[in-house]
């Protein structure tokens, strides 16, 4: 019986499935974003994860470690050299899969599987975006209810602010208008008196 037993074995023999999972963590790592099945996709992830965690730490070691998983130098030099600088701080979860829809020719389910801190995309709309804060049982604390209201007034003061210097220019170009057909004005004058 199987009872409890999770593993995809993803209708392979031993051998086959782990050629197949390497040459997969190889391209994702190569190239940062591979479109497959979502089952691959989810096996994939607990694959390579390991991994990228074992390449945070960058000596000897390691780097056997994940020859063994991966047996390509390639992969291994740019998952050490540049791969592992963008995910040294983040503690996990080096993955992003995006379902895509069902392939035309058996329906099966295809996604596209990313390195999160790779897309370029993604990461600028998360710098723009707030800080984050713990959440609490609670509902918040008083910090975060008091600063509120303070926030609120922060930003109706710079909307006051900018309307004042929008009127202030308005104002000033009026007056240079004003200024520009007085002289005009006058040569008109000048040449009327001429003409009589």
């Known amino acids: 019986m199987r009872h409890g037993k999770k593993f995809n074995h993803l209708s392979r023999k031993t051998a086959h499935r782990s050629a197949m999972l390497s040459n997969m963590a190889s391209s994702l790592i190569m190239h940062k974003r591979i479109n497959t099945t979502v ?3 989810k096996a994939l992830r607990k694959f390579i994860e390991p991994i990228l965690t074992k390449s945070k730490t960058d000596d000897t070691n390691s780097r056997r470690v994940v020859f063994g998983y991966l047996q390509d130098k390639a992969s291994v030099t740019e998952l050490f050299s540049n791969v592992a600088e963008k995910i040294a701080t983040r503690p996990g979860g080096y993955t992003r ?3 895509t829809g069902a392939r035309l020719g058996d329906n099966a389910e295809m996604c596209m599987m ?23 049982r609670r509902g918040g604390s008083g910090k975060a ?17 900018a309307e004042e210097v929008k009127e202030e220019t308005k104002a ?7 200024e520009e057909t007085e002289p005009k004005a006058e040569a008109k004058e000048e040449e009327k008196k001429k003409e009589d």
Not at 117 to 131: I, M, P, S
Not at 172 to 178: C, D, I, L, N, R
């Open 114 to 136: 990313e390195l999160v801190d790779f897309n370029e995309l993604l990461l600028g709309d998360e710098t723009a975006g707030k800080a984050k804060t713990r959440r609490s």
């Open 145 to 161: 209810k008091a600063e509120a209201p303070k926030a609120e007034a922060k930003e109706v003061k710079e909307e006051v602010v």
């Open 39 to 41: 089952a691959k996709a």
């Open 97 to 99: 899969i995006i379902k």
């Open 172 to 178: 000033e170009t009026v007056e240079a208008k004003a």
